[in-house]
């Protein structure tokens, strides 16, 4: 007769709370131990692989993502803008992107690029490590009459192409860096890892 007087359908009541709270508990201290597993802000600036989702980019739109606390710019090439790159090849100082620091392997064609219409550059000048400014438009421009698209550097004025290769007579020595990169799908680059077979 020790059970007399017993409310078990509060005791169940108390136990189920119990084992809720205490699930609530075990998930809230697993949660800093799984974001533990995910690069810092740090470890990205360091040089962690950072994703870029493309799959809102229009021909002629530009995203700046940063990475080794570098700008890089991921930008969509009209049809217009690809054809007009082999025209430009006999103004350029490096039209081949031979030189491997600027130029990858898997890069190592006309566009500098795994997939001709996306470009993936590091948006540095480099002469002194000023940012070019985005000029995509294919119209007369004051530093050029016959301007086809590229990069501007007010600072003292070198200019690129849309693939981000150097033109001759400009103080900036090379092309622009192209960074290690791969398609994680077809919406997706990730910067910082080059493709498998490269």
Not at 98 to 112: G, M, S
Not at 118 to 123: R, T
Not at 170 to 186: G, M, Q, R, S, W
Request: proline share 12%; net charge negative.
């Amino acid at each position: 007769m020790a059970n007399e007087g017993v409310n078990t359908g509060r005791r169940r009541f108390l136990t189920g709370t119990t084992a809720v709270v205490g699930a609530i508990g075990v998930g809230a201290a697993a949660v800093p131990f799984v974001l533990s597993f995910q690069p810092s802000a740090r470890a990205q600036t360091a040089g962690a692989p950072v994703e870029v989702d493309i799959s809102k980019l229009e021909p002629g739109q530009r995203i700046i993502q940063p990475w080794r606390g570098k700008p890089v710019w991921v930008f969509r090439r009209t049809p217009e803008q690809l054809s007009a790159l082999p025209t430009l090849d006999p103004q350029l100082r490096d039209p081949k992107s031979e030189n491997p620091e600027q130029t990858p392997e898997f890069a190592r064609n006309e566009a500098r690029a795994i997939k001709p219409d996306i470009a993936v550059i590091v948006g540095i000048c480099t002469h002194l490590g000023c940012s070019p400014l985005f000029r995509p438009e294919m119209l007369p421009q004051p530093f050029d009459a016959e301007w086809k698209g590229g990069f501007y550097c007010p600072c003292h004025q070198s200019r690129f192409d849309l693939a981000g290769r150097v033109f001759e007579g400009v103080p900036a020595p090379t092309n622009l860096e192209i960074p290690p990169y791969h398609f994680a799908d077809d919406n997706r680059i990730v910067i910082g890892i080059a493709p498998e077979d490269a």
